[in-house]
């Protein structure tokens, strides 16, 4: 949940911070501009359709 001080964030979404590889996050903000979407919105995406695609097993 999210912070009652934090007004950038909505209720139903909460902050995280990751580290991640240089490499990989250029892809992703390549791809995520290709798709008109923020990079971390583009992640969000992607952990979408894997646990979709993960979840029929």
Excluded: G, V
């Amino acid at each position: 949940m999210a912070s009652p001080n934090d007004k950038y964030t909505r209720p139903e979404d909460t902050r995280f911070t990751m580290r991640i590889n240089t490499e990989l996050l250029n892809k992703i903000k390549a791809q995520a501009q290709a798709n008109k979407r923020s990079a971390a919105k583009e992640i969000e995406f992607i952990l979408e359709q894997w646990i979709l695609d993960n979840s029929k097993e």
